[in-house]
Protein backbone atom coordinates (compact mmCIF):
# COMPACT_ATOMS: atom_id res chain seq x y z
CA UNK A 1 0.00 0.00 0.00
CA UNK A 2 1.62 3.16 -0.73
CA UNK A 3 1.40 6.58 1.75
CA UNK A 4 -0.84 8.46 0.33
CA UNK A 5 -3.67 4.99 0.82
CA UNK A 6 -3.23 5.70 4.49
CA UNK A 7 -5.76 8.55 4.44
CA UNK A 8 -7.95 5.02 2.51
CA UNK A 9 -7.95 3.52 6.36
CA UNK A 10 -11.08 3.71 8.06
CA UNK A 11 -10.98 6.54 10.43
CA UNK A 12 -7.92 8.29 9.15
CA UNK A 13 -8.23 11.68 7.83
CA UNK A 14 -5.48 13.99 6.38
CA UNK A 15 -4.42 14.99 9.79
CA UNK A 16 -4.45 11.80 10.82
CA UNK A 17 -2.44 10.28 8.18
CA UNK A 18 0.10 13.10 8.92
CA UNK A 19 0.69 12.56 12.09
CA UNK A 20 1.11 8.90 11.29
CA UNK A 21 3.40 9.68 8.72
CA UNK A 22 5.45 11.67 10.97
CA UNK A 23 6.26 8.90 13.33
CA UNK A 24 7.26 6.73 10.92
CA UNK A 25 4.35 4.63 10.20
CA UNK A 26 3.64 5.43 6.46
CA UNK A 27 2.04 1.99 5.84
CA UNK A 28 -0.58 -0.03 6.65
CA UNK A 29 1.36 -2.87 7.36
CA UNK A 30 3.70 -1.07 10.02
CA UNK A 31 0.48 0.07 11.48
CA UNK A 32 -1.23 -3.20 11.32
CA UNK A 33 1.98 -5.06 13.08
CA UNK A 34 2.80 -2.48 15.51
CA UNK A 35 1.39 -2.77 18.95
CA UNK A 36 -1.43 0.19 19.36
CA UNK A 37 -0.26 1.27 22.64
CA UNK A 38 2.87 2.63 20.96
CA UNK A 39 1.69 3.76 17.60
CA UNK A 40 -0.66 5.77 20.43
CA UNK A 41 2.40 6.77 22.31
CA UNK A 42 4.35 8.57 19.42
CA UNK A 43 2.12 10.18 17.39
CA UNK A 44 -0.13 11.63 20.35
CA UNK A 45 -3.69 10.10 19.11
CA UNK A 46 -5.87 8.66 21.26
CA UNK A 47 -5.84 5.20 22.31
CA UNK A 48 -9.11 3.77 21.06
CA UNK A 49 -8.66 5.56 17.84
CA UNK A 50 -5.34 4.28 17.29
CA UNK A 51 -7.32 0.97 18.12
CA UNK A 52 -9.75 1.12 15.24
CA UNK A 53 -7.25 2.48 12.59
CA UNK A 54 -4.77 -0.84 13.44
CA UNK A 55 -8.16 -3.07 13.07
CA UNK A 56 -8.85 -1.35 10.00
CA UNK A 57 -5.34 -1.38 9.14
CA UNK A 58 -5.94 -5.36 9.04
CA UNK A 59 -8.75 -6.00 8.06
CA UNK A 60 -7.46 -3.51 4.77
CA UNK A 61 -5.15 -6.14 4.52
CA UNK A 62 -6.88 -9.33 5.62
CA UNK A 63 -4.80 -10.67 8.18
CA UNK A 64 -6.54 -11.42 11.19
CA UNK A 65 -7.21 -14.74 10.37
CA UNK A 66 -5.74 -16.59 7.04
CA UNK A 67 -6.28 -20.33 6.30
CA UNK A 68 -3.17 -22.30 6.47
CA UNK A 69 -3.62 -22.77 2.42
CA UNK A 70 -3.21 -18.78 2.46
CA UNK A 71 0.08 -18.89 5.00
CA UNK A 72 1.18 -21.80 2.20
CA UNK A 73 0.85 -18.89 -0.15
CA UNK A 74 2.48 -16.33 1.36
CA UNK A 75 5.31 -18.68 2.51
CA UNK A 76 5.32 -19.31 -1.51
CA UNK A 77 6.83 -15.64 -1.75
CA UNK A 78 9.91 -16.13 0.89
CA UNK A 79 13.10 -16.05 -1.16
CA UNK A 80 16.17 -17.34 -0.12
CA UNK A 81 20.00 -15.37 -0.68
CA UNK A 82 22.93 -17.62 -1.27
CA UNK A 83 25.47 -17.16 1.53
CA UNK A 84 28.63 -18.11 -1.14
CA UNK A 85 29.43 -21.67 0.06
CA UNK A 86 27.08 -24.17 -1.10
CA UNK A 87 27.80 -26.27 2.21
CA UNK A 88 25.92 -23.28 4.35
CA UNK A 89 23.09 -22.89 1.62
CA UNK A 90 22.54 -26.23 1.80
CA UNK A 91 22.54 -26.31 6.06
CA UNK A 92 19.90 -23.45 5.64
CA UNK A 93 17.31 -24.79 3.42
CA UNK A 94 19.18 -23.30 0.37
CA UNK A 95 20.38 -20.04 1.54
CA UNK A 96 19.13 -17.49 4.19
CA UNK A 97 15.00 -16.65 3.77
CA UNK A 98 13.36 -13.35 3.99
CA UNK A 99 9.73 -13.95 6.31
CA UNK A 100 12.94 -14.86 9.24
CA UNK A 101 15.29 -13.93 11.15
CA UNK A 102 18.58 -15.93 11.33
CA UNK A 103 21.21 -15.55 14.02
CA UNK A 104 24.65 -16.12 13.75
CA UNK A 105 26.50 -17.28 17.19
CA UNK A 106 29.62 -17.53 17.66
CA UNK A 107 32.77 -16.13 19.72
CA UNK A 108 35.30 -13.26 18.30
CA UNK A 109 36.82 -13.80 14.98
CA UNK A 110 34.92 -16.70 14.14
CA UNK A 111 33.40 -14.95 11.03
CA UNK A 112 29.85 -13.76 11.26
CA UNK A 113 30.76 -10.36 10.53
CA UNK A 114 32.11 -11.51 7.17
CA UNK A 115 29.03 -13.73 6.35
CA UNK A 116 27.36 -10.48 6.96
CA UNK A 117 29.70 -8.86 4.70
CA UNK A 118 29.21 -11.19 2.26
CA UNK A 119 25.71 -11.12 1.81
CA UNK A 120 26.07 -7.50 1.59
CA UNK A 121 27.19 -8.24 -1.53
CA UNK A 122 25.18 -11.52 -2.40
CA UNK A 123 21.90 -9.56 -1.70
CA UNK A 124 22.57 -7.42 -4.16
CA UNK A 125 22.44 -9.94 -7.22
CA UNK A 126 19.23 -11.16 -9.47
CA UNK A 127 16.66 -13.68 -7.71
CA UNK A 128 17.98 -15.70 -10.76
CA UNK A 129 21.69 -15.30 -9.52
CA UNK A 130 20.65 -16.51 -6.00
CA UNK A 131 20.46 -12.69 -4.73
CA UNK A 132 16.66 -11.16 -3.59
CA UNK A 133 17.76 -8.17 -6.17
CA UNK A 134 17.60 -5.22 -2.60
CA UNK A 135 19.66 -3.21 -0.98
CA UNK A 136 21.13 -3.45 2.59
CA UNK A 137 20.82 -2.10 5.96
CA UNK A 138 23.56 -2.49 7.90
CA UNK A 139 23.10 -1.85 11.63
CA UNK A 140 26.84 -1.52 13.09
CA UNK A 141 27.06 -1.73 16.66
CA UNK A 142 30.44 -2.33 16.72
CA UNK A 143 32.37 -0.37 14.36
CA UNK A 144 33.41 -3.92 12.34
CA UNK A 145 31.63 -2.80 8.78
CA UNK A 146 34.64 -2.36 6.49
CA UNK A 147 33.98 -0.99 3.70
CA UNK A 148 37.17 -1.85 1.95
CA UNK A 149 36.28 -5.05 2.60
CA UNK A 150 32.87 -5.30 0.87
CA UNK A 151 35.35 -3.85 -1.64
CA UNK A 152 37.45 -6.67 -2.15
CA UNK A 153 34.41 -9.44 -2.07
CA UNK A 154 32.49 -7.66 -4.54
CA UNK A 155 35.67 -7.08 -6.91
CA UNK A 156 36.65 -10.83 -6.47
CA UNK A 157 32.95 -12.01 -7.50
CA UNK A 158 33.48 -9.79 -11.30
CA UNK A 159 30.71 -7.15 -9.77
CA UNK A 160 30.65 -2.97 -9.73
CA UNK A 161 32.56 -2.59 -5.90
CA UNK A 162 31.21 1.10 -6.02
CA UNK A 163 27.65 0.36 -6.80
CA UNK A 164 27.77 -2.24 -4.50
CA UNK A 165 28.78 0.13 -1.79
CA UNK A 166 25.82 2.80 -3.27
CA UNK A 167 23.36 0.00 -2.62
CA UNK A 168 23.94 -0.53 1.45
CA UNK A 169 22.56 2.02 4.00
CA UNK A 170 24.83 1.79 6.79
CA UNK A 171 24.26 3.09 10.23
CA UNK A 172 26.07 3.23 12.87
CA UNK A 173 24.62 2.25 16.51
CA UNK A 174 25.81 4.01 19.32
CA UNK A 175 23.99 2.67 22.09
CA UNK A 176 20.83 0.08 22.37
CA UNK A 177 18.66 2.97 22.70
CA UNK A 178 19.99 4.26 19.23
CA UNK A 179 19.68 1.54 17.37
CA UNK A 180 16.40 0.70 18.92
CA UNK A 181 15.78 4.30 17.23
CA UNK A 182 17.33 2.71 14.19
CA UNK A 183 15.06 -0.32 14.09
CA UNK A 184 11.76 2.00 13.87
CA UNK A 185 13.30 3.97 11.41
CA UNK A 186 13.05 0.60 9.24
CA UNK A 187 9.53 -0.07 8.81
CA UNK A 188 9.34 3.61 6.86
CA UNK A 189 13.09 3.25 5.55
CA UNK A 190 12.98 -0.58 4.15
CA UNK A 191 9.54 -0.51 1.72
CA UNK A 192 10.77 2.89 0.29
CA UNK A 193 14.33 1.65 -0.53
CA UNK A 194 14.04 -1.77 -2.04
CA UNK A 195 15.92 -3.15 1.35
CA UNK A 196 15.55 -6.89 1.11
CA UNK A 197 17.94 -7.49 3.88
CA UNK A 198 18.59 -6.19 7.51
CA UNK A 199 22.05 -6.77 9.61
CA UNK A 200 21.92 -6.10 13.19
CA UNK A 201 25.58 -6.50 14.01
CA UNK A 202 25.83 -7.13 16.80
CA UNK A 203 22.08 -7.41 18.04
CA UNK A 204 23.44 -7.55 21.79
CA UNK A 205 26.98 -6.16 22.27
CA UNK A 206 25.10 -2.49 23.64
CA UNK A 207 23.18 -4.48 25.87
CA UNK A 208 25.05 -6.02 27.59
CA UNK A 209 27.72 -3.26 27.89
CA UNK A 210 24.10 -1.00 29.07
CA UNK A 211 22.47 -3.64 31.63
CA UNK A 212 25.16 -5.03 33.93
CA UNK A 213 24.15 -6.80 36.60
CA UNK A 214 21.67 -9.26 37.94
CA UNK A 215 19.03 -6.50 38.91
CA UNK A 216 18.96 -4.63 35.46
CA UNK A 217 18.79 -8.24 33.92
CA UNK A 218 14.69 -8.37 33.41
CA UNK A 219 14.96 -4.50 31.90
CA UNK A 220 17.15 -6.13 29.55
CA UNK A 221 15.77 -8.79 28.30
CA UNK A 222 12.38 -7.01 28.18
CA UNK A 223 14.00 -4.38 25.34
CA UNK A 224 15.80 -6.84 24.02
CA UNK A 225 13.23 -8.63 23.24
CA UNK A 226 10.66 -5.57 22.39
CA UNK A 227 13.38 -4.86 19.73
CA UNK A 228 13.89 -8.19 18.19
CA UNK A 229 10.04 -8.56 17.88
CA UNK A 230 10.08 -5.63 15.57
CA UNK A 231 12.90 -7.07 13.95
CA UNK A 232 10.32 -9.77 13.33
CA UNK A 233 7.62 -8.23 12.09
CA UNK A 234 9.40 -6.28 9.63
CA UNK A 235 11.01 -9.78 7.88
CA UNK A 236 6.92 -10.41 7.87
CA UNK A 237 5.60 -7.36 6.87
CA UNK A 238 7.84 -6.59 3.51
CA UNK A 239 9.11 -10.39 2.64
CA UNK A 240 12.61 -9.22 4.57
CA UNK A 241 15.56 -10.82 5.41
CA UNK A 242 17.35 -10.06 8.93
CA UNK A 243 20.36 -11.57 9.89
CA UNK A 244 21.78 -11.23 13.69
CA UNK A 245 24.93 -12.11 15.32
CA UNK A 246 25.20 -12.68 18.70
CA UNK A 247 28.47 -13.60 21.07
CA UNK A 248 28.99 -16.26 23.06
CA UNK A 249 29.45 -16.14 27.11
CA UNK A 250 31.03 -18.74 29.80
CA UNK A 251 27.95 -21.18 30.62
CA UNK A 252 29.92 -22.47 34.00
CA UNK A 253 27.73 -25.30 34.54
CA UNK A 254 28.67 -27.18 30.89
CA UNK A 255 30.85 -30.29 31.89
CA UNK A 256 31.46 -31.57 28.57
CA UNK A 257 32.07 -30.08 25.18
CA UNK A 258 31.74 -26.44 24.84
CA UNK A 259 31.91 -24.61 27.53
CA UNK A 260 30.60 -21.92 25.84
CA UNK A 261 26.34 -20.76 25.37
CA UNK A 262 24.57 -17.83 23.17
CA UNK A 263 24.38 -14.71 25.31
CA UNK A 264 20.65 -13.49 25.83
CA UNK A 265 18.86 -16.39 27.19
CA UNK A 266 15.27 -17.46 26.02
CA UNK A 267 14.48 -14.04 24.99
CA UNK A 268 16.96 -14.57 21.89
CA UNK A 269 16.73 -18.10 21.40
CA UNK A 270 12.90 -17.66 21.09
CA UNK A 271 13.01 -14.65 18.73
CA UNK A 272 14.90 -16.06 16.15
CA UNK A 273 13.76 -18.21 13.44
CA UNK A 274 16.72 -20.22 12.72
CA UNK A 275 19.64 -20.25 14.95
CA UNK A 276 23.39 -20.74 13.54
CA UNK A 277 26.58 -21.51 15.51
CA UNK A 278 29.57 -21.32 14.29
CA UNK A 279 33.05 -22.11 15.58
CA UNK A 280 36.72 -23.05 14.37
CA UNK A 281 37.66 -25.87 12.68
CA UNK A 282 41.35 -26.72 12.15
CA UNK A 283 43.51 -25.46 9.18
CA UNK A 284 41.65 -22.06 8.95
CA UNK A 285 38.09 -23.88 8.64
CA UNK A 286 34.59 -23.03 10.01
CA UNK A 287 32.21 -25.03 11.07
CA UNK A 288 28.46 -24.32 11.30
CA UNK A 289 25.93 -25.99 12.99
CA UNK A 290 21.43 -25.08 12.84
CA UNK A 291 21.02 -25.76 16.81
CA UNK A 292 17.58 -24.23 16.93
CA UNK A 293 14.84 -24.33 14.03
CA UNK A 294 11.51 -25.00 13.54
CA UNK A 295 12.62 -27.12 10.12
CA UNK A 296 15.89 -27.21 9.65
CA UNK A 297 17.70 -30.28 10.65
CA UNK A 298 20.40 -30.01 13.24
CA UNK A 299 23.76 -30.41 10.81
CA UNK A 300 26.99 -29.37 10.20
CA UNK A 301 28.38 -27.43 7.41
CA UNK A 302 32.11 -26.33 6.85
CA UNK A 303 33.16 -23.53 5.06
CA UNK A 304 36.12 -21.02 5.05
CA UNK A 305 36.74 -16.86 4.56
CA UNK A 306 38.58 -16.02 1.68
CA UNK A 307 38.67 -12.79 -0.61
CA UNK A 308 35.42 -13.34 -2.31
CA UNK A 309 33.71 -14.01 1.02
CA UNK A 310 32.51 -17.06 2.12
CA UNK A 311 33.47 -20.60 0.07
CA UNK A 312 32.92 -24.19 0.54
CA UNK A 313 35.83 -25.98 2.50
CA UNK A 314 36.17 -29.28 2.38
CA UNK A 315 37.30 -32.39 5.04
CA UNK A 316 39.84 -31.46 7.60
P1 LIG B 1 33.41 -12.12 14.13
O1 LIG B 1 32.50 -11.11 13.51
O2 LIG B 1 32.76 -13.44 14.35
O3 LIG B 1 34.09 -11.61 15.37
P2 LIG B 1 34.88 -11.79 11.70
O4 LIG B 1 33.72 -11.97 10.82
O5 LIG B 1 35.41 -10.43 11.90
O6 LIG B 1 34.58 -12.43 13.14
O7 LIG B 1 35.98 -12.76 11.13
C1 LIG B 1 37.34 -12.53 11.29
C2 LIG B 1 38.06 -13.57 10.50
O8 LIG B 1 37.90 -13.35 9.11
C3 LIG B 1 39.54 -13.58 10.78
O9 LIG B 1 39.94 -14.92 11.03
C4 LIG B 1 40.13 -13.08 9.47
O10 LIG B 1 41.36 -13.71 9.20
C5 LIG B 1 39.12 -13.50 8.43
N1 LIG B 1 39.18 -12.65 7.25
C6 LIG B 1 38.88 -11.35 7.16
N2 LIG B 1 39.10 -10.86 5.91
C7 LIG B 1 39.58 -11.90 5.19
C8 LIG B 1 40.01 -12.06 3.85
N3 LIG B 1 40.03 -11.03 2.99
N4 LIG B 1 40.42 -13.28 3.44
C9 LIG B 1 40.42 -14.30 4.30
N5 LIG B 1 40.05 -14.23 5.59
C10 LIG B 1 39.63 -13.04 6.05
MG1 LIG C 1 32.08 -9.18 14.09
Excluded at 80 to 89: A, D, F, K, V
Aim: glycine share 10%; hydrophobic share 35%; net charge negative.
Amino acid sequence: MEESDLKNLPGVGPATATKLKNAGFTTAEAISVTPPKEISEKTGIGFNTVLSIVNGARETLGIDFMTAEDLWKKRQDMLRCTIGSENLNQLMGGGIETQAMTELIGEYGVGKTQICLSLCVRVQQPVENGGLAGKVVYIDTEGTFIPERVFQIAETLGLDPHETLANIFLARAYNSSHQELLTEHLFKFCPENNVKLVVVDSMIGHFRGEYVGRENLSERQQKLNSQLHKLLRLTEAYNIAVVITNQVQANPTAFFGDPNKPAGGNVMAHASTHRVYLRKGGKGTRIATVIDSPYLPEEKARFKITEGGVEDAGEE
